[in-house]
């Protein structure tokens, strides 16, 4: 079945400092959501992705999502304290299909 | 405010001892989800469901049980919980195939 990949499951940063996670997948894609959840909190959505190259910038964030669809990106730019938490991509292999989760990257940052 | 209600957020109970995590969402929303959340796992679809009456296998349904009865509600069933089903449990709704879930606060629990 479909699998979704994410690394590095851990990262640690600076404040400052840039942070990138990465998501790949077993299967090309129909679109890739993001999602952050706060230490104790639950996910929360961030943006989804949909056409083949895309990319979309929130504000420090830019996600991309690559030519043959089976893989994404989330960096930050200049981390903050605000940035800590556990980033999660998810994958749905076609429209209609279960969204399938990767194992997430969790971000400390060191003020 | 919108939302989805998970209860109770915390529980602790014994093996074998039948238990219900209700899921509650105020949204509308045609699709409602299971996950299960484990370090170094991510999320894990136990059981989700399409529409009223309409449910279907996740990824790890082994254990679990799941009624649709009604649009807002989604109750997660653990006929004879055993101590490998400790873990964080989220329910999450949708308002459409390809939309952002929305996520419950969680549910905690421990099975001793």
């Known amino acids: 079945g479909q699998q979704v990949m994410q690394i590095p499951q851990y990262q640690h940063v600076q404040e400052g400092e840039d942070f990138t996670t990465y998501c790949n997948s077993s299967?090309?894609?129909?679109?890739i959501q993001w999602y952050k959840q706060r230490p104790g909190g639950h996910p929360v959505f961030l943006i989804q992705?949909?056409?083949?190259?895309e990319v979309k910038k929130q504000k420090r964030l830019t996600f991309q999502f690559g030519e043959a669809k089976k893989n994404s990106s989330l960096h930050i730019t200049a981390t903050q304290t605000t940035d800590v938490g556990t980033y999660f991509c998810a994958g749905q292999e076609r429209s209609g299909s279960r969204l399938t989760f990767g194992e997430g990257t969790q971000l400390t940052v060191n003020p | 405010e919108a939302q989805v209600t998970q209860n109770p957020r915390y529980l602790i109970t014994v093996t074998g001892k039948k238990l219900t995590v209700t899921c509650s969402q105020n949204m509308n929303h045609e699709y409602m989800s299971w996950y299960r959340q484990d370090p170094g796992l991510g999320l894990r679809q136990i059981y989700y469901s399409m529409n009223v009456e309409v449910t279907d296998k996740g990824d790890v349904p082994e254990g679990y049980k799941v009624s649709r009865k009604e649009k807002r509600n989604f109750p997660l069933i653990l006929e004879s919980p055993s101590p490998n089903q400790t873990s964080l449990y989220f329910c999450a709704s949708k308002r459409g195939n390809n939309q952002p879930q929305h996520f419950g606060d969680g549910t905690r629990l421990s099975i001793l």
């Open positions: 299967t090309t894609l129909s679109n």
């Open positions: 992705l949909v056409k083949s190259g």
